[in-house]
C-alpha cells in the first residue's frame, strides 16, 4: 500500500515539473513579448567607415545568445569606401548573436545594390520582413545616417525651386528623387533624414526622404526610436513619430562622425529598454573622449500636452514671435548659415512671455523629456540655454519654408507658422 502511494506521489510530483516545464517554454507564459532592435544605417556616403567602427563596437558587446527571445538585428547599406560611389553594394538584413562564445550571423534579407536604405520603399519592405519573422514582438529601431531634421529633401544643401519641384514630382511618379550632392570639406565632418549617394551622368546625387515619408514608411509600433544623426533633436521631429514610438532619442545639434557608443547595446535589447541609460552612457563617453555633445529623450504620450501649452502660447505673443529674427540672440544649434534650429525654450523667452507662462512651458517640457543633457559648448557653438528641443523660427527669414512647414504635424497642432 505504501508503494502504490509512494508512485502515485512520484506520478504527480512528475506532472507538476513537467506542467512547469511547459509553462516555462511556453512563450505565451511570458511577462513580456521577444524584443527585437533593428539597426538601421543608410551609410551609402561619407560614413561608411564610421558605421563600419560602430558595428565592430556592437559585436563586441553584450549580444543576445543565439536562440534567446531577444533579437538585434542590423541592416546596412556601406560603400566600399568613404569615396567610392561608382561601385554599387547591396544592403542586408542580419541577426547577429552569441553562439558558444562566438559572434554568429544569419543574413535575413538582401535588398538588390541598385536599391537606396534611405528609399522609403526599402525601409518597410526591410521592416515588414521584420514583422513577418518576429510577429507579435515588441521593436525599437535605431536609425544611423545624415540626416537635416525635419526639414524637406535638399534644402539643407540649398536646393532651389526647381529641384523641390522635381522632388515632388519624382516621388508623385514612383521614382527615387535626387538632389546634388554636397562636397564641402571646408566644413566639419560631422553627421549632417538620410542621405546616400547615386551617381548618374557623373555627378553625384543625394538620395533623401523627409520626416513624414520615414514616419509613413515604419510599419510597426516602436518602443523606441534613436536617431544617431544630426540635427533631428527637433519638437518637429518628435511630433511627427509620436504616434510611431513611445520614445524618440536624439540631438538638436549635429552628431560627430564617431557615432553613439555600442559598447552596451544590450540596455536596448531587453524586456525593459532603458533607453535613456544608453544615452546617458552616450553622453558620458563623449564628454571624456570628444567634449562636444547633447542628447534629448521625449516620451512621445505627454506631446500633445506639450503642443497645446505651445499653441496657446504662439497666439498670445503672436507679435513678438513674429517679430524674433536670426540676430535676437536666441540660442542655436546649427552651423554657419544654416539657421532653422533654435532653442524651443529659448525662442518663447525672447518672445517675452511671462514667469506664469514660463512655468506652464517648463511644466509641459518636463513631462515629455525623460533624460537631457548637454556639453557647455558644442564645436562652435556656446550652449547657455538648452530646453533639450530645437524648433524653428518664423522670422528667422527663410519664407519659402512655410509653405512645407505647414503640411509638419508640429504645425498643424500648434499653428506656429500661420
Excluded at 341 to 355: C, N, P
Excluded at 362 to 378: E, G, H, M, V
Aim: overall charge negative; hydrophobic content about 40%.
Amino acid at each position: 500500500m505504501r508503494n502504490i502511494k509512494a508512485v502515485i506521489f512520484l506520478s504527480v510530483l512528475l506532472a507538476t515539473i513537467l506542467c512547469g516545464c511547459t509553462k516555462e517554454s511556453d512563450r505565451s507564459s511570458y511577462p513580456q513579448e521577444d524584443f527585437v532592435m533593428v539597426f538601421y544605417c543608410a551609410g551609402f556616403n561619407d560614413l561608411s567607415s564610421d558605421i563600419r567602427n560602430n558595428l565592430e563596437v556592437l559585436q563586441k558587446a553584450n549580444l543576445p545568445f543565439k536562440g534567446s527571445r531577444h533579437k538585434l538585428l542590423t541592416f546596412t547599406h556601406l560603400s566600399v569606401s568613404d569615396s567610392d560611389f561608382k561601385t554599387l553594394t547591396p544592403s542586408h538584413l542580419v541577426e547577429i548573436s552569441k553562439d558558444f562564445g562566438k559572434i554568429h550571423t544569419d543574413t535575413l534579407l538582401t535588398i538588390d545594390k541598385t536599391r537606396f536604405a534611405t528609399d522609403p520603399a526599402v525601409m518597410r519592405e526591410v521592416l515588414e520582413k521584420v514583422m513577418e519573422l518576429y510577429p507579435g514582438a515588441r521593436y525599437g529601431l535605431v536609425f544611423s545616417s545624415h540626416a537635416t531634421g525635419w526639414l524637406p529633401a535638399g534644402k539643407y544643401n540649398n536646393a532651389s525651386v526647381l529641384d523641390l519641384l522635381q522632388f515632388s514630382a519624382r516621388r508623385n511618379a514612383g521614382e527615387l528623387p535626387l538632389f546634388r550632392y554636397n562636397e564641402n570639406p571646408d566644413e566639419p565632418r560631422v553627421k549632417s533624414i538620410g542621405a546616400e549617394v547615386k551617381i548618374q551622368d557623373n555627378k553625384k546625387y543625394s538620395v533623401e526622404m523627409t520626416i513624414q515619408d520615414m514616419a509613413s514608411a515604419i510599419p510597426m509600433h516602436l518602443d523606441y526610436l534613436l536617431f544617431d544623426a544630426c540635427l533631428m533633436g527637433g519638437i518637429e521631429v518628435a511630433y511627427e513619430f509620436k504616434d510611431v514610438a513611445d520614445k524618440v532619442a536624439f540631438s538638436p545639434t549635429e552628431v560627430l562622425v564617431f557615432g553613439f557608443d555600442y559598447s552596451d547595446v544590450s540596455t536596448l535589447v531587453s524586456d525593459t529598454p532603458n533607453i535613456e541609460g544608453f544615452c546617458k552612457a552616450y553622453y558620458d563617453s563623449y564628454v571624456q573622449a570628444h567634449h562636444d555633445a547633447t542628447i534629448t529623450v521625449t516620451k512621445s504620450s505627454a506631446l500633445p500636452a506639450l503642443a497645446q501649452t505651445c499653441k496657446t502660447l504662439f497666439s498670445k505673443y503672436r507679435v513678438n514671435l513674429d517679430a524674433l529674427s536670426i540676430g535676437s540672440g536666441i540660442q542655436p544649434y546649427f552651423q554657419g548659415s544654416h539657421h532653422w534650429f533654435y532653442d524651443l525654450q529659448d525662442i518663447l523667452l525672447k518672445a517675452g512671455i511671462s514667469i506664469e507662462d514660463m512655468a506652464s512651458l517648463q511644466l509641459a517640457l518636463d513631462s515629455c523629456i525623460s533624460y537631457k543633457a548637454n556639453t557647455p559648448r558644442f564645436m562652435s557653438i556656446t550652449i547657455n540655454t538648452y530646453s533639450g528641443l530645437s524648433m524653428y523660427l518664423p522670422g528667422a527669414g527663410d519664407a519659402s519654408l512655410n509653405g512645407f512647414y505647414k503640411t509638419l504635424a508640429w504645425n498643424k497642432a500648434t499653428n506656429l507658422v500661420e
